[in-house]
């Protein structure tokens, strides 16, 4: 099972929108509506951001949702703020024998 | 508070083997689905392991199948992963990561990790 695809970097200026691109098959992001979204700052453990797609867990800021198109998931942070500076990764179920597979990971800067 | 805190990393030689502990706290344990996560310096997060609440269901990840396996102690509140034949590529941040009982593939509490070194 490969890592699902991610840009290595996304940058934006505080208040802008991005978009983070998590591209896997139909065997994994395109079969299941089980993709999910951690945050993770230097040196702490991953953090939670969405799941099944475009859901947020209670205390994660509307600023952050989620979508899919196809083999393709989308994390996109509106209101840019420097908090946001960290890796992004996503992850999905999978069909295959190893159940989940986590993204290669997204270093958003905010400049 | 809903913790999970692992513990058992280290420096262990190429060939070695170790055992990783993760204990939980703050929740009915024995009800939630598990995980290890891990991540190798500098580099992105692998999943590695999960097991079911009773732990009567288990998978792997291909890097580490036949050589890792994971259990646990709903009694003791406790998750563990036996690590054999440990190669360097398996240096790593070993996180524990709970299931969300919401939805699939959602691990929604995360341990601070224990790092585990392999070298010689």
């Known amino acids: 099972q490969s890592a699902l695809t991610q840009p290595a970097s996304v940058s934006g200026s505080p208040g802008q929108s991005i978009t983070i691109s998590c591209t896997g098959t139909s065997s994994d992001v395109g079969g299941y509506n089980y993709v999910s979204w951690y945050q993770q700052h230097p040196g702490k453990a991953p953090k939670l951001m969405i799941y099944?797609?475009?859901n947020r867990p209670s205390g994660v800021p509307d600023r952050f949702s989620g979508s899919k198109s196809g083999n393709t998931a989308s994390l996109t942070i509106s209101g840019l703020q420097a908090e946001d500076e960290a890796d992004y990764y996503c992850s999905s179920y999978t069909s295959s024998s190893t159940l989940r597979v986590f993204g290669t990971g997204t270093k958003v800067t905010v400049l | 508070e809903v913790q999970l805190v692992e513990s058992g990393g280290g420096l262990v030689q190429p060939g070695g083997s170790l055992r990783l502990s993760c204990a939980a706290s703050g929740f009915t344990f024995s009800s939630y689905e598990m995980n290890w996560v891990r991540q190798a310096p500098g580099k992105g997060l692998e999943w590695v392991s999960y097991i079911s609440s009773s732990g009567s269901t288990i998978y792997y990840a291909d890097s580490v199948k036949g050589r890792f396996t994971i259990s646990r102690d709903n009694a003791k509140n406790s998750l563990y992963l036996q690590m054999n034949s440990l190669r360097a590529e398996d240096t790593a941040v070993y996180y524990c990561a709970r299931d969300s009982r919401v939805t699939a593939n959602a691990f929604d509490i995360w341990g601070q990790g224990t790092m585990v070194t392999v070298s010689s």
């Open positions: 099944e797609v475009s």
